[in-house]
């Protein structure tokens, strides 16, 4: 028998469970304790009794039921979004916690650029593309270093004529970049060209939420574009959905690519500029799909419409963070 510990009119049975264990009760990180009751996201949350065990993909903590034993379920905010209602145009994405894993970027993507950069580097080094990615890199190392950054190691000069420490020092200060998840537009460029050689050799292979592809697909059937928008360069952006695994080249359903260029995603100009470049009538005829509640932010105060998406991995949001969540595409309807 489920228990509701949040009223809500809305709410619905959940079809995803999280298990506890003999004697001890679990919650995924995401989930939220208030004197309101127990939250995932904006989601209230049922509780029946189970002894079952919790599955190893999820991160658990102890659950605050007395020491009972609990299965707690997320119940969706809401069962539906309508784009055609909400007048909705244009549909801009996350990649990370949104429509991909995020151990697919830090458990796949972050460590081969840890360990290829000093290859790339070296077979490019003297070719045009390498020295521009070096110059930039160069330029975001000065910077750090004038701001005692940990990690920034310095260059040597320009003119230098030992190709082998140049790289044993960018690729020092690439691997600080990393460890930090720094989103910088030096860092993911480079990033990118590197992904560029594992996604070539089939090293790497995208990954995508089977409810993004459905939902791309429909989408583009009615009409309604898609973009992403991520800290990732725009190449890195178009090899993850141009090689995915199980889904093959998913760009036919993706009409631009938006990066860091643009300008930081928790800056509220740059959704302003992507609505400018989209050239829909008005900004909240967008609708933004993020994980981070600063991002989403910043696209609410820019016009924009947004759902926040919360994903197995996900970092906790603010409480009372105001914004309507989704755990899956299929969320969202036309």
Not at 106 to 131: E, G, I, K, M, S
Not at 278 to 295: K, N, R, W
């Amino acid at each position: 028998m489920f228990l509701p510990l949040v009223a809500s009119s809305s709410a619905s049975t959940a079809s995803t469970s999280f298990f506890s264990g003999s004697g001890r009760s679990f919650l995924p990180d995401a989930c939220v304790h208030s004197k309101a009751g127990l939250r995932y996201g904006s989601s209230p949350l049922l509780v029946r009794s189970s002894s079952a065990t919790p599955p190893s993909r999820h991160r658990f903590r102890r659950a605050p039921t007395g020491g009972r034993t609990v299965v707690v379920a997320a119940a969706a905010a809401d069962s539906s979004y309508c784009l055609t209602a909400k007048d909705i145009r244009c549909v801009v994405m996350d990649i990370e916690g949104t429509t991909t894993p995020i151990s697919f970027v830090a458990d796949v993507l972050f460590p081969y650029a840890r360990a290829n950069a000093r290859a790339h580097l070296a077979a490019t080094y003297h070719t045009q593309q390498t020295r521009e990615d070096v110059a930039l890199l160069r330029a975001q190392i000065n910077k750090d270093l004038a701001e005692g950054v940990p990690g920034a190691v310095p260059l040597p000069p320009s003119n230098a004529t030992d190709q082998d420490k140049v790289i044993d020092a960018l690729v020092a200060n690439v691997q600080a970049m990393i460890d930090a998840d720094r989103k910088l537009t030096a860092l993911k460029q480079l990033q990118g060209r590197v992904w560029r050689r594992g996604f070539k050799s089939g090293e790497i292979k995208g990954e995508v939420y089977n409810d993004v592809v459905q939902a791309l697909a429909e989408w583009d059937t009615k009409g309604i574009k898609s973009y992403i928008y991520s800290s990732g360069s725009r190449e890195a952006q178009r090899l993850i959905f141009g090689n995915t695994a199980d889904h093959g080249d998913l760009r036919r359903y993706l009409s631009a690519f938006f990066d860091t260029n643009v300008g930081g995603k928790k800056e509220s100009r740059s959704y302003y500029e992507i609505w400018q470049t989209l050239g829909v009538d008005s900004p909240s005829q967008i609708l933004f799909l993020t994980d981070v509640y600063q991002e989403a932010t910043a696209a609410r105060d820019a016009g924009l419409k947004v759902l926040i998406s919360i994903r197995p991995g996900n970092a906790p949001l603010p409480e009372d963070h105001g914004f309507q969540t989704i755990t899956s595409f299929a969320q969202i309807s036309t």
